[in-house]
């Protein structure tokens, strides 16, 4: 699999600082030009959708949020993901962003759009069951288990509450080699979903959960 790489951190970083600085859309509008000249190379567009999740990122955190604007950006981003996906399906940030983004931009409550959201929710599920298979082949790195605890959230807001399967990717995630992941920005959008796991009182194994990030994300 392609792995993370200090160049997506510094990237993402980058955007999301001039993006409080209300600086990033001369980032974020030079990198779309780029994209839209180089339509032949699956990894053009992979710098403006990293670029577009860290404005997102920011944006949504801040009380001047648009919300048609957040849901065309939302749409920029998966469509831009697919077409790397579709040159690169083992470029394991790209699916994991996919992945990402679908879970957090579609809660089980947003019911203005009911259908969407179960419709984009599954598509989530699929991939993280082909990116669980895919790091199954690949030689292991300590963010793969954020995929566990992403899959995990999934699997507990669906209608099928399955505790026993969210116990055996618990388990996963733990099973293998923790150490720091050494990714000042992207560690933070990568510690979202051992958060959100330890902030429900409903799920097992919150100890093991707890250590894992403790392992991943030291200090943090």
Same mark, same amino acid.
């Given at each position: 699999?392609?792995?993370?790489?200090?160049?997506?951190?510094?990237?993402?970083?980058?955007?999301?600082?001039? &993006?409080?600085?209300?600086? &990033?859309?001369k980032i974020v509008a030079k990198l779309s030009e780029r994209y839209g000249q180089d339509w032949g190379d699956?990894?053009?567009g992979y710098p403006y959708a990293l670029a577009m999740v860290a404005l997102m990122q920011v944006e949504l955190t801040s009380s001047g949020l648009d919300e048609q604007q957040a849901v065309a950006n939302y749409s920029e981003?998966?469509?831009?993901?697919?077409?790397?996906?579709?040159?690169?399906?083992e470029h394991w940030l790209g699916r994991y962003l996919r992945i990402r983004m679908r879970t957090m931009m579609m809660p089980p409550e947003h019911a203005e759009y009911p259908r969407f959201v179960v419709e984009e929710r599954g598509r989530a599920a699929k991939d993280?069951?082909?990116?669980?298979?895919?790091?199954a082949e690949a030689d292991w790195q300590p963010w793969f288990a954020a995929t566990y605890l992403l899959a995990a959230r999934l699997l507990w807001e669906s209608d099928?509450?399955?505790?026993?399967?969210?116990?055996?990717?618990?388990?996963? &995630?733990?099973?293998r080699p923790g150490g720091p992941i050494g990714f000042r920005a992207l560690g933070g959008l990568l510690r979202e979903p051992f958060l959100w796991y330890l902030a429900q009182p409903g799920l097992p194994d919150h100890d093991k959960v707890a250590r894992i990030m403790a392992d991943?994300?030291?200090?943090?």
């Open positions: 699999m392609l792995p993370v790489t200090r160049a997506d951190d510094e990237l993402f970083s980058t955007v999301m600082a001039a &993006a409080r600085l209300g600086r &990033a859309h699956p990894l053009a981003i998966i469509e831009s993901l697919g077409d790397l996906l579709y040159g690169v399906p993280a069951d082909e990116l669980i298979a895919r790091q099928d509450r399955d505790l026993g399967r969210i116990g055996e990717l618990v388990a996963a &995630a733990a099973a991943l994300f030291p200090g943090a």
